[in-house]
């Protein structure tokens, strides 16, 4: 089995206080946009102690965001961006043994700490994907429903994202995008981390998917329900 990397607490903690954690990006590259908008930098996997905070609750409303879900024993779903697995166990606890959970991430060493924790808890319906930046590598008409808690804004390529996940969709799937609020100067995250909804909106219905359904209740986030449509995708201009 793969060890967990060991983490250097001080430097960690000294890094995410800067609001929203440690980056993969250097701070000389020049920064990408997307239909108006900055694309942030994804955290690196050295951040991941901060995705566990005991204040996240608190500051998220996490279970009863994913109680929103409405997530049924059997059901396929995914926690796209997964990191460490904040939210991938509660949901693969939700499906039971006869769903799955897909835990998609970038980075090996985010899943490697995700991985260590499911085994603690004896979950086995859990199966591991590392993605790519253009694809998450998803099998084929497999989920019910993916979701994506404070991920969507950090795609380098979204329309590429968006086209693959549509694939990935059983029939009548929807994805499920959480979002800090750029509306809201009072939510304590780094411009760069936040989406309007309009902006949400704009991008969504440029790459082929529609708005279904919104709740409006959490802190801080947005959480807004999209499916997709019949029109072709077709990348909008940067």
């Not at 000389?28 to 955290?43: C, E, I, L, N």
């Not at 996940?165 to 780094?190: C, H, Y």
Request: hydrophobic share 40%.
């Amino acid at each position: 089995m793969t060890r967990t990397p060991k983490i250097n607490i001080g430097v960690t903690i000294c890094l995410v206080g800067l609001l929203f954690g440690p980056t993969m990006a250097q701070e000389s590259a020049p920064p990408k946009t997307y239909m108006g908008r900055v694309v942030a930098a994804p955290m690196h996997w050295l951040g991941g102690a901060w995705l566990l905070r005991n204040k996240r609750e608190r500051e998220e409303s996490a279970l009863r965001m994913r109680d929103e879900l409405k997530l049924k024993p059997g059901m396929n779903v995914c926690d796209l961006g997964s990191g460490n697995g904040y939210h991938t166990l509660p949901m693969a606890k939700a499906v039971g043994p006869q769903g799955k959970a897909f835990a998609v991430d970038i980075q090996q060493e985010m899943l490697d700490m995700l991985k260590e924790r499911a085994d603690k808890e004896k979950l086995s319906n859990i199966e591991l994907v590392l993605g790519t930046e253009t694809d998450p590598k998803l099998p084929a008409t497999s989920c019910d429903l993916i979701l994506l808690v404070d991920v969507y804004h950090e795609f380098s390529e979204p329309a590429a994202m968006l086209a693959a996940m549509k694939k990935s969709l059983k029939p009548g799937g929807q994805i499920v995008l959480v979002e800090f609020r750029a509306e809201d100067p009072n939510v304590p995250i780094k411009p760069e981390h936040k989406m309007s909804k309009e902006q949400i909106n704009k991008e969504m219905q440029a790459n082929g998917w529609k708005l279904s359904r919104s709740f409006d209740d959490l802190p801080w986030q947005h959480m807004m329900w999209f499916a997709p449509t019949e029109e072709t995708l077709v990348s909008p201009p940067r």
